[in-house]
């Protein structure tokens, strides 16, 4: 039983003894698992402009809570939507191209209007933090290069297998396109350093939208990859294929590897809505997964509700999922902010802004203690012990350890950490009642962590410096 330091003090009767158990985790250095690119989010489709809108203290309050990597979330990747819609209705991201040529052999006149929706301003700022992975994701390519005209509702882009345009055959220009949109960012003083060309290929709406199979996208790789190399972006990671589920996304990658493209392809992108995580994807690329929320719920701010989709214990337990089974090398949740009119203020967003104020999500707290704690750069390694926890470990190519461990039991259960010659550590724990607060961790003379308990149905992150650190 846990009795707090106020409650100890307090107490006059004679009070149970400390539980003496203590649930020993041991580190693994020598097992090594997928590397680490970061965690992120979106503010895609004008949601940035939550951000922007705000005054000031509380607009650099949210930036702060994002990335700043002492206090806040420390998010280390930024997924930006490439606009390729004609105008700024209703929430929709306006592209580059608003008017085309009449076939693909004149460049379109490229508009530039230094917003790019909101995001550059958010990019920005994230540069300003120090974060360097910023992934440039169209939706669609823009309507005059697609099969049907607009882009939105499907279609494919006219040139892939299966395509039919009296205009020709536009993959060269959509390359030249996605390139444009680079520069106009290196030109803004941030380097995109992922492109992908697809959002959810396998769904077909009402926005932004473009259809693909894995051949359909092999089929652009092969045009984007040397467009990119001519054009000194080598250093640029092509992503494929931002599919709805995981499953969508094996077949996909299937294809990708038949048509003889996974080198050229830097990351294997998905989200998991329509099947989530349960195993690896079939490549030897890192695999990113790409956006992911709770669509189902209400605004909820809950830590633990008995497993509620919106809960922060149960992201906690799908980012945990994402990092074993997954072997993802990036997590990143959909959008950070939204009003709450947008989607009947549902649970899509981390952060709610509404009338001048913002508040705070647990799942925010959750990938927090996930996102400041393990570095773009680290590599996952091994960690047993405890049969009711969820843990995972890295080595952050600083030389310090991170352990992260979900407690799936009800019962707060004391920890140690060793496999490790710790010299110092530092620990923070999220629950009902905590966000992401620290709590002291104590290194014993045999370079062992203790002194540490994660609440039940709770999150505890450490990072250790060891004697090789
Ligand atoms: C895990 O990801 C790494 C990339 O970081 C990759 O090299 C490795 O093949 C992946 N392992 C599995 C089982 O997919
Ligand atoms: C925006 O574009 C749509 C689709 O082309 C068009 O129907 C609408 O009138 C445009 N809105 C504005 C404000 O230009
Ligand atoms: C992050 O927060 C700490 C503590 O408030 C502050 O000292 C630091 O300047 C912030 N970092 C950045 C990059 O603003
Ligand atoms: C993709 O669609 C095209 C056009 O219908 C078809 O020829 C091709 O076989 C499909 N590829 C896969 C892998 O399904």
Not at 104 to 116: L, R, T, V
Not at 462 to 468: E, G, K
Request: net charge neutral.
């Amino acid at each position: 039983m846990h009795l707090s330091g106020v409650v100890a003090a307090a107490a006059v009767l004679p009070i149970a003894p400390r539980q003496s158990t203590v649930t020993a985790l041991t580190v693994n250095l020598d097992q090594k698992f997928q590397s680490i690119d970061g965690f992120g989010f979106s503010e895609a489709f004008q949601r940035a402009y939550n951000i922007y809108n705000l005054e000031e203290p509380k607009r650099s309050q949210v930036v702060d809570l994002l990335f700043n990597t002492t206090t806040g979330a420390g998010f280390s990747i930024v997924r930006n939507g490439i606009g390729s819609s004609p105008n700024s209705s209703l929430d929709w991201m306006n592209t580059i191209a608003p008017t085309g040529p009449a076939n693909p052999a004149s460049a379109p006149e490229y508009i530039w209007d230094g917003k790019d929706s909101g995001q550059l301003w958010v990019s920005q700022q994230a540069a300003k933090y120090g974060v360097n992975t910023f992934y440039a994701n169209a939706w669609s390519a823009p309507g005059f290069m697609k099969t049907n005209g607009r882009d939105s509702n499907g279609g494919l882009l006219c040139g892939v297998r299966g395509s039919a345009c009296s205009s020709g055959d536009w993959r060269q220009a959509y390359a030249d396109y996605l390139v444009k949109y680079i520069r106009f960012y290196e030109e803004s003083g941030v380097q995109v350093t992922h492109l992908g060309f697809l959002n959810e290929p396998d769904f077909s709406t009402s926005y932004a939208s473009m259809q693909s199979n894995g051949s359909q996208s092999a089929d652009f790789i092969k045009v984007l990859h040397p467009t990119l190399a001519k054009a000194g972006l080598s250093h640029v990671h092509i992503a494929c294929c931002d599919a709805t589920g995981w499953r969508v996304q094996a077949t996909m990658t299937n294809a990708l590897k038949e048509a003889g493209v996974e080198d050229l392809i830097g990351i294997i992108t998905s989200h998991p809505y329509s099947n989530g995580i349960s195993a690896t994807l079939p490549t030897s690329r890192k695999v990113w997964q790409t956006e992911y929320s709770d669509l189902a719920g209400g605004w909820s701010t809950a830590w633990y509700t008995n497993g509620a989709t919106g809960d922060g214990y149960t992201w906690a337990n799908h980012i945990y999922t994402g990092l074993t089974a997954g072997n993802v090398s990036a997590y990143l949740w959909w959008v950070a902010t939204q009003d709450r009119e947008t989607n009947n203020n549902n649970n899509e967003k981390l952060i709610l802004v509404d009338k001048g104020d913002y508040f705070v999500s647990k799942r925010f707290w959750a990938f927090a203690q996930y996102s400041r704690t393990i570095r773009p750069g680290a590599v996952r390694v091994g960690v047993a012990g405890g049969s009711n926890l969820r843990s995972t470990a890295f080595l952050n190519a600083d030389g310090t350890v991170v352990v992260n461990v979900i407690n799936t039991d009800a019962t707060e259960a004391a920890l140690s950490v060793s496999g490790i010659k710790a010299i110092a550590a530092k620990a923070w724990k999220t629950d009902n009642d905590n966000d992401m607060v620290a709590v002291v961790a104590t290194v014993g003379s045999g370079g062992t962590v203790s002194g540490v308990s994660v609440p039940g149905r709770g999150l505890v992150s450490f990072v250790i410096t060891t004697s090789a650190s």
